[in-house]
């Protein structure tokens, strides 16, 4: 049976050479390591607190600074983002785990705002006046997709970059 992935369309997140701001289900943002979108930085400090700046001032952060040492943050592939420390014990999670299934993608958009898609979870610090995002969503009872735009119709881009991966 062919298995549909869809990574999901983003409006003018991705840079034209790299996307520095994308973490993928199974990957991991180690100590010292930042996802980074134009002035704003996800962090993941020596200090196992996650910290979202902007301009170098903090916005947002997981509150764990001082719960332990070495840590990473992990998208897992149930849905979960977790911040685990050297010994693989939990620190801090979303608690959005779910028996669906992915793809899940974690962005640092450049509203400022760090979502991890396919899931309900978001940082919520986007900023006034943002590009906006194109979003697909997937039902999980069916095999039907829509397109949906999230940005404000006088800010109406028109530019979208959309990312589809087909597995069959």
Same mark, same amino acid.
């Given at each position: ?32 390591? #930042?996802?980074?979108? =134009?002035? @704003?930085? *996800?962090?993941? &400090?020596? /200090?196992? $607190?996650? %910290? +979202?700046? !902007? ?13 332990g040492t070495?840590?990473?943050l992990s ?22 785990? #779910?028996?669906?299934? =992915?793809? @899940?993608? *974690?962005?640092? &958009?450049? /509203?400022? $705002?760090? %979502? +991890?898609? !396919? ?50």
């Open positions: 049976m062919a298995v549909l992935v869809i990574l999901f369309a983003v409006l003018l997140l991705l840079p034209s050479s790299m996307a520095n701001n994308i973490l993928y289900e199974g990957e991991t943002l180690k100590t010292g390591q #930042s996802l980074t979108e =134009g002035v @704003y930085t *996800l962090t993941m &400090q020596t /200090n196992c $607190n996650l %910290v +979202l700046s !902007d301009n170098d001032h903090a916005v947002w952060s997981s509150n764990t600074g001082g719960k070495n840590c990473y998208v897992q592939t149930d849905g979960n983002l977790v911040i685990y420390d050297k010994a693989t014990n939990v620190i801090w999670s979303s608690d959005t785990w #779910s028996r669906w299934g =992915g793809p @899940y993608i *974690l962005i640092l &958009q450049r /509203n400022r $705002n760090v %979502v +991890l898609y !396919d899931s309900k979870w978001a940082t919520n610090t986007y900023t006034a006046n943002s590009e906006g995002v194109v979003i697909v969503k997937k039902d999980h009872n069916d095999t039907s997709i829509t397109a949906e735009v999230v940005v404000p119709a006088a800010d109406e881009p028109t530019n979208r970059k959309i990312a589809m991966v087909t597995n069959n």
